[in-house]
């Protein structure tokens, strides 16, 4: 009885890890030799408690499939490759990178590099190694090849630019054959120039004033937030559109908040730029949530349930009333014309 116990338990996990989707997407198809691609890489399974790591490593080996010129590479050599973060699959599998989506879980990761090899390249599924020290059987989906190209360069023709001899003709008369004329409206126009000068020196210009009225980040993230529930986009099927519009008032808040560039940069880099700044774990939380949400709509084209599109917004609202300034206030700021701040008035701030 013990044994067929073991030999259930043993077909229930081998069930769960032949359940491993393993896809890889590009964020383009083609580059030039020194662009940078971003690798969108994604595990969906079933039993994400079974996975000790994976092997990143195999993209340290890429050799382009198909050579290109004279500095076409062979098997044995491995092509130049810039990565943004080096590869580790010492430690176990980055569980916060792990969501739900029903009876679903998808793991996800965006790994960027930068070519310096022309070729075409075919990238391998990296290895995933089980809790029991096997390696898992993965359900590997197609991966476009990515090609890298030489720089365009254009030859320029120089034949058309040589025009023809011009036949002889007369000397037209110049500005020499007139000058007679400046020796009388030089004169006239310094005494105009002088009257003009003293005229606006006794002038005293009214100065042109520009009011700019600078809201707190945290009012300006839950105005767009309300306008964003008004429109309640996923209803309608824009889906992609509602979490684009959803995390760029997100990194938007956390840009005038925080003062890190989080519209230019990736959910790994502006949680590493938080570190420094009065920013806790749960909020930490809450914000990887949103943007890997995000993240599987716009480039894994995941379908979450209609709910959660709303259970996202209210977390958005919760996330922004949490880490908000409370000293931060309105400011009506007066400027002249020069950008030269005449007043500065701060007002309270009822959010």
């Known amino acids: 009885m013990r044994y067929l116990i073991i030999i259930i338990l043993l077909l229930l996990q081998t069930d769960a890890s032949a359940q491993i989707v393993s896809r890889i997407m590009l964020s383009d198809d083609s580059i030039k030799i020194g662009g940078q ?16 790591s994976i092997d990143f490593t195999v993209f340290d080996t890429l050799t382009p499939a198909m050579g290109m010129g004279s500095i076409a590479q062979t098997d044995e050599q491995q092509a130049d490759i810039d990565w943004k973060k080096p590869f580790d699959n010492s430690n176990e599998i980055n569980r916060t990178k792990i969501t739900q989506n029903g009876k679903q879980y998808i793991y996800s990761d965006t790994l960027s590099a ?3 090899d022309p070729g075409l390249y075919v990238l391998q599924h990296p290895s995933v190694k089980l809790k029991d020290g096997r390696i898992a059987t993965l359900q590997e989906l197609e991966v476009n090849p990515l090609l890298v190209n030489f720089p365009t360069i254009v030859n320029q023709d120089t034949t058309q630019q040589i025009l023809p001899l011009a036949p002889i003709m007369e000397e037209p008369r110049t500005w020499e054959d007139f000058i007679w004329i400046l020796y009388i409206l030089i004169p006239l126009l310094i005494l105009g120039l002088v009257a003009w000068y ?3 020196r006794n002038q005293i210009p009214e100065p042109k004033l520009t009011t700019i009225i600078k809201k707190p980040a945290h009012i300006i993230a839950l105005d767009k937030l309300d306008g964003l529930r008004q429109q309640a986009l996923w209803k309608s099927g824009e889906i992609k559109k509602y979490q684009t519009e959803l995390t760029y008032t ?8 925080f003062e890190i560039k989080a519209l230019e940069s990736t959910t790994e880099q502006i949680t590493k730029s938080l570190k ?3 920013f806790s774990l749960s909020h930490e939380t809450a914000l ?30 919760d996330f ?24 500065t008035n701060n007002e309270t701030d009822n959010g």
């Open 37 to 52: 691609v971003d690798i969108y890489y994604s595990l969906q399974m079933t039993r994400p408690d079974l996975i000790q």
């Open 114 to 116: 930068t070519f310096w």
């Open 198 to 200: 003293i005229y606006k």
């Open 250 to 257: 997100i990194r938007e808040y956390l840009e005038n908040r």
């Open 276 to 278: 420094d700044k009065d």
């Open 288 to 317: 990887r949530e949103i943007l890997q949400m995000a993240d599987l709509v716009k480039f894994a084209k995941a379908n979450p349930p209609e709910g959660l599109h709303e259970s996202f917004l209210n977390t958005a609202v």
């Open 320 to 343: 922004v009333n949490d880490t908000k300034d409370p000293n931060s206030v309105e400011e009506v700021i007066v400027m002249d014309e020069h950008g030269n701040i005449i007043e």
